[in-house]
């Protein structure tokens, strides 16, 4: 049982004037604020990240509604990453010097492969395009899993609705991220420090993670949302 579920558990124990068969569980005491059955945030930021590196695979976006001045970068992203480690979906933004939405990107066995507009099929550098490797955004040294243990000054939330379930509880954990845990994931961001809030549902798996700070030297600060909507996914990955 996750760290947020035994607490959720403890605090509908704790609400008298509810039959007991409402709550499923033991009797750990918790609390409602995020901070639950004597865990610290950076606790629960933990049990997500294990929640992440145990998974056999999620549905993943990657996106930002802001805009680098000039230079090529990822504006979104939206596939299936595997812990092959593989990646299989579609990416937007500046490629190249143009402007394309929807191409078809994989990556397998260490190579990244893109379906660029008129060139087709090839492989690519991801770095060299400002965009990380999708298949290593699940590895549990460099991805974004350490990102979550990488961050200072943790602090929670007000717990709510998530907007896209209103089934699921969620809590917001506000952060600072040292840059070298972003550029392990962005590789063109060259800022020190990243504010981050990083949203984790009742069964203590992260489901979005929002990164705001210098992603492109002189361009000003940035918001980059990771959501995750879905976990536990298996598919087999080839190269084009």
């Known amino acids: 049982m996750t760290l947020i579920r035994r607490a959720a558990v403890g605090a509908c124990a704790a609400l008298l004037s509810l039959p007991l068969a409402a709550c499923s569980g033991d009797d750990t005491p918790g609390t409602s604020d995020g901070d639950t059955?004597?865990?610290?945030?950076?606790?629960?930021?933990?049990?997500?990240?294990?929640?992440?590196?145990?998974?056999?695979?999620?549905?993943?976006?990657?996106?930002?509604?802001?805009?680098r001045p000039d230079g090529d970068f990822l504006r979104s992203a939206d596939g299936i990453i595997t812990d092959a480690p593989?990646?299989?979906?579609?990416?937007?933004?500046r490629f190249l010097g143009f402007d394309a939405e929807d191409i078809e990107v994989r990556s397998v066995d260490g190579d990244f492969y893109v379906n660029a507009p008129i060139i087709g099929w090839d492989t690519y550098d991801p770095a060299e395009l400002c965009a990380p490797d999708p298949a290593l955004l699940l590895d549990?040294?460099?991805?974004?899993?350490?990102?979550?243990?990488?961050?200072?000054?943790?602090?929670?939330g007000e717990q709510r609705?998530?907007?896209?379930?209103?089934?699921?509880?969620?809590?917001?954990?506000?952060a600072a991220v040292p840059g070298d845990a972003v550029a392990a994931i962005l590789p063109c961001a060259p800022g020190d420090t990243f504010e981050a809030t990083f949203t984790v549902d009742d069964e203590g798996r992260l489901r979005a993670a929002d990164?705001?700070?210098e992603f492109f030297s002189g361009g000003g600060e940035i918001t980059y949302t990771i959501?995750?909507?879905?976990?536990g996914v298996t598919q087999e990955i080839t190269a084009p």
């Not at 059955?37 to 990657?62: I, Y």
């Not at 609705?161 to 506000?174: G, L």
Request: charged content about 25%; aromatic content about 4%; cysteine-free.
């Open 140 to 156: 549990p040294d460099t991805g974004v899993s350490n990102v979550l243990v990488a961050a200072t000054d943790v602090e929670a």
């Open 37 to 67: 059955s004597g865990a610290s945030p950076e606790e629960v930021l933990a049990q997500a990240k294990a929640e992440l590196d145990e998974t056999s695979g999620v549905r993943l976006s990657l996106s930002t509604e802001d805009e």
């Open 161 to 174: 609705r998530a907007d896209d379930d209103n089934s699921v509880i969620v809590t917001p954990y506000k």
């Open 227 to 231: 959501a995750i909507t879905e976990y």
């Open 211 to 213: 990164l705001t700070g």
């Open 86 to 93: 593989a990646f299989q979906g579609t990416a937007g933004g």
